[in-house]
C-alpha cells in the first residue's frame, strides 16, 4: 500500500510559477513509476507528466514541454512538478500517481496509487 499527499498548489499569475510536491509513504517508493495528471471542472482527469523509479527517464504531455519539469529525490519519498510559464488553461486540481510497472504510463486508470489533489489556479 502507498499514500500519496499532494501539497503546494495556489493562486499565480499568468506567466508566473509553482511548484507542487507529493510525498509518498508505505512500501518503496523508490520501486514505482510516478505520475502527474490534473483535471479541470467538468472534463477528464488529463496526463502530465510521468518519471520512472530512478528518475532518469520523464515524459511529459506536449501542452506542457518546456514549462514544466517533473523530478524526484528516493530519499525523501517526493516526486516534484515544477511549472513555469504558467497559462490559465493549466487551471486544475493535480494528482499524483504511483504505478509499479510499465513506463511510461498516460492513461490514469492504469496508475495504482492516487493522492488527493491539490488546487492550482492560474489567474489572467
Known amino acids: 500500500q502507498v499514500q500519496l499527499v499532494e501539497s503546494g498548489g495556489g493562486l499565480a499569475q499568468a506567466g508566473g510559477s509553482l511548484r507542487v510536491s507529493c510525498v509518498a509513504s508505505?512500501?518503496?517508493?523508490?520501486?514505482?513509476?510516478m505520475g502527474w495528471f490534473r483535471q479541470a471542472p467538468g472534463k477528464e482527469r488529463e496526463f502530465v507528466a510521468t518519471i520512472n523509479s530512478s528518475g532518469d527517464r520523464t515524459y511529459y504531455t506536449d501542452s506542457v514541454k518546456g514549462r514544466f519539469t517533473i523530478s524526484r529525490d528516493n530519499g525523501k519519498n517526493t516526486v516534484y512538478l515544477q511549472m513555469n510559464s504558467l497559462k490559465p488553461e493549466d487551471t486544475a486540481v493535480y494528482y499524483c500517481?504511483?504505478?509499479?510497472?510499465?513506463?511510461?504510463?498516460?492513461?490514469?486508470?492504469?496508475?495504482?496509487?492516487w493522492g488527493q489533489g491539490t488546487q492550482v489556479t492560474v489567474s489572467s
Open positions: 500517481g504511483a504505478v509499479a510497472r510499465g513506463f511510461p504510463k498516460l492513461v490514469y486508470s492504469l496508475y495504482d496509487y
Open positions: 508505505g512500501r518503496a517508493f523508490g520501486s514505482y513509476h
